[in-house]
């Protein structure tokens, strides 16, 4: 089993659309948590840290389910300036540096 | 504010000769750096990272090394490419501490021919 997994997608949506993601990890003491956002041929852009109680951004929200070992991501409003590669990364286990990323969802908002 | 600068931003190089990548970080002391590689239409694999002055970690065995010469120093080097070198290498900054975010420099597009 990977450290972290994503549906590849591509997620293709319209404009205005609320959309989610998930992403599962398979080490149950990994601490922290982040959604990173890439476009093509860029360096990966941090979007938001997962907290433990979920967190809220703008349109952008995450949560985090430490039962289950998944985190979502959920945009509501899309536009289509969100049409990008979403990151899941986890760090994995307490007294790590290391920062595992999953092979990421492809959104595409239509318009 | 901290800056990461890594370059060059494309590389074109023949099978068998060597690589080397350079990434420094500025406005930070004693950060913890990475290198990364991206292969087209896949995800990021961290190849090694460093918590201080010629202290790398290698989590992928391959023909690849890493050293940090500087607190703000990451090199990444081949003796000799191999055609699946080509990707796209990205390197990576946090604080000196855990569970910190992660900030990339603008990445290098190397092309092994």
């Known amino acids: 089993r990977k450290e972290v997994e994503q549906d590849p997608g591509p997620f293709n949506v319209p404009e205005g659309a609320t959309v989610a993601f998930n992403c599962t990890y398979s080490n149950s003491a990994s601490q922290s948590f982040f959604w990173y956002r890439q476009d093509c041929r860029k360096e990966p852009k941090l979007l938001m840290s997962?907290?433990?109680s979920g967190n809220e951004d703008g349109r952008f929200t995450a949560q985090l389910n430490r039962a289950s070992q998944y985190i979502s991501l959920l945009i509501r409003d899309s536009k289509l300036s969100d049409s990008a590669t979403y990151l899941c990364v986890v760090i994995p286990g307490s007294g790590t540096y290391k920062y595992i990323f999953g092979t990421g969802t492809r959104l595409k908002v239509l318009a | 504010s901290q800056t990461i600068h890594q370059w060059p931003a494309t590389l074109v190089q023949p099978v068998g000769s060597p690589l080397s990548l350079e990434c420094t970080v500025e406005g930070t002391s004693n950060p913890n750096l990475y290198w990364y590689r991206q292969a087209a239409g896949r995800g990021l694999q961290l190849l090694f990272y460093?918590?201080?002055?010629?202290?790398i970690s290698s989590e992928v065995p391959q023909n690849l090394s890493a050293s940090r010469p500087q607190d703000r120093q990451f090199i990444l080097s081949s003796k000799k490419l191999l055609l699946s070198d080509s990707g796209f290498y990205l390197c990576a900054w946090t604080r000196a501490s855990l569970n910190e975010k992660l900030f990339f420099g603008s990445g290098t597009q190397l092309s092994v021919l």
């Open positions: 460093s918590v201080g002055i010629g202290q």
């Open positions: 997962v907290y433990s």
